[in-house]
């Protein structure tokens, strides 16, 4: 690794982030935690889907993952040896609810209580999120899970109950994480849990998510004052050619990924265009819906990780993938995130922003000498840092960057195959390694503090 390069990246982009940039890195309940049946977790839709044959690429469930519910200590010492500034992670509802409503279970609250309060003595700030994608299983086979209205009630319950039992030690809370993949790779593509193939389930869970979004962070501002949010995945969408098919193609796909989310929370409306192509399997509504999605916000999170690449021909233009693509086949399109923000920040002037997500896969090994040479994701990490530096430079107000994922960990239908950690996870014994890439983040992070002065090498 060459530190003068990490050098010269915080020192180009020390103006940009400011001093108080919320540097950190990210990681969800389901993907870390196992202890999937432990101290009265009730089972998620993920436990019972990884139970189902074929869904799972390699075959694994998260019954023990990153054992991060054992070993949080370990893992919050190496946030801190990192130098991280904040810390997102997420809720396991089944955990702190086993049915997903009527009793709490406190063994589950208490795991959370002892992670929040090691991170604060850390000194990391704790940045949360209520709905990471663990469904308590009981919601979905005795009410019909989120295609089912019902659900929202019980949804803004747990919002509430957990913003009054954290809400002071948390910097922020978000409602969802990534509703598109919920609705979209839950119900319609079926690649997720519960692994559905039907659009109109699909469009209606994505109405429902967003009823219970609303009516979360309503019951949460009587609750807490921290600050609150949504956490949206945005691929823009490119077209490949300027065949008009193209481009309508790319203003459709921007519609189902972008504005579907976007305008209902910021404009309290649907897109025209998106509900027109839906037709028949457009959402049922309720009168005043839109009004209680449209809650004011106090940040909105951004998951970013790659563009559309969208053509209409046969056989498609592939994308040029210039910088490579990862280890999921995504390509690498740093440009596209300033893009991205400084076009959004235009259309809806949104509260201040997050990046909740950014990184990449990479197949990764520990070589003989115990190190993990990632040069690909270092040169991920520099190039995305210097997009958001851009976009910042062009006005766009962002606060914080959390790197996904902290540790390798269970990407969902890919199982452990994919590894995004800025540690490596040796799932056989639990040893964690950092990574090249850990080594380079620290000293970036360093370097940002490190004023004006010519930052030391790491
Ligand atoms: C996002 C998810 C996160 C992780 C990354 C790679 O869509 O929010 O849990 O799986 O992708």
């Not at 593509?189 to 009516?215: D, I, V």
Request: a negative charge; aromatic letters at 12%.
């Amino acid at each position: 690794m060459n530190s003068n390069d990490t050098n010269f990246a915080a020192a180009a982009h020390r103006a940009a982030f400011r001093p108080d940039f919320a540097w950190g890195s990210a990681t969800s309940a389901a993907q870390i935690e196992g202890a999937g049946a432990l101290d009265g977790k009730g089972p998620s839709i993920w436990d019972a889907f990884c139970r189902e044959p074929g869904r799972i690429n390699d075959g694994s469930n998260i019954d023990v993952a990153c054992d991060h519910y054992h070993r949080y200590r370990d893992d919050v010492a190496l946030m801190k040896w990192l130098g991280l500034k904040a810390y997102r992670f997420s809720f396991a509802w089944p955990r702190v609810q086993p049915l997903g409503r009527g009793l709490w279970n406190e063994p589950g609250f208490a795991f959370y209580d002892r992670l929040i309060d090691c991170l604060l003595e850390a000194g990391i700030a704790p940045h949360a999120t209520l709905y990471h994608w663990d469904l308590p299983l009981a919601l979905h086979t005795q009410l019909g899970g989120w295609p089912a209205r019902e659900i929202v009630p019980h949804f803004a319950d747990y919002a509430a109950e957990v913003a009054r039992r954290f809400g002071d030690r948390l910097a922020s809370l978000a409602t969802l994480n990534e509703p598109w993949c919920v609705a979209t790779l839950g119900y319609e593509t079926a690649q997720f849990a519960p692994g559905k193939t039907n659009r109109a389930a699909a469009m209606q869970t994505s109405h429902h998510l967003l009823l219970a979004h609303g009516r979360a962070i309503q019951a949460m501002r009587a609750e807490t004052k921290t600050q609150l949010g949504i956490v949206l995945n945005h691929t823009p969408a490119f077209p490949a050619t300027e065949l008009e098919a193209d481009r309508k193609a790319a203003r459709l796909d921007d519609g189902l990924n972008v504005r579907w989310y976007m305008d209902p929370v910021f404009r309290g409306q649907y897109p025209a265009d998106v509900l027109e192509h839906l037709g028949a399997d457009a959402p049922r509504m309720e009168a005043g819906d839109l009004a209680e999605i449209a809650q004011p916000l106090d940040f909105l999170g951004v998951n970013f990780y790659t563009r559309s690449y969208i053509s209409t021909q046969q056989p498609k233009v592939p994308a040029p993938g210039q910088h490579g693509f990862t280890d999921m086949g995504w390509e690498i399109y740093p440009k596209a995130l300033t893009q991205h923000l400084v076009r959004i920040t235009r259309e809806y002037s949104p509260p201040p922003i997050y990046i909740t997500e950014n990184g990449m896969a990479n197949a990764d090994r520990v070589d003989a000498d115990g190190r993990v040479a990632d040069a690909e994701r270092v040169a991920y990490l520099r190039e995305h840092l210097a997009a958001l530096a851009r976009a910042i430079e062009l006005g766009v107000d962002v606060r914080g960057y959390f790197y996904w994922s902290l540790l390798d960990n269970f990407e969902w239908n890919s199982g452990y195959a994919k590894r995004f950690g800025l540690f490596h996870v040796d799932y056989e014994t639990q040893v964690r390694t950092a990574k090249d890439s850990a080594h380079w983040y620290r000293a970036f992070i360093q370097a940002q503090h490190a004023g004006n002065e010519p930052p030391k090498a790491p």
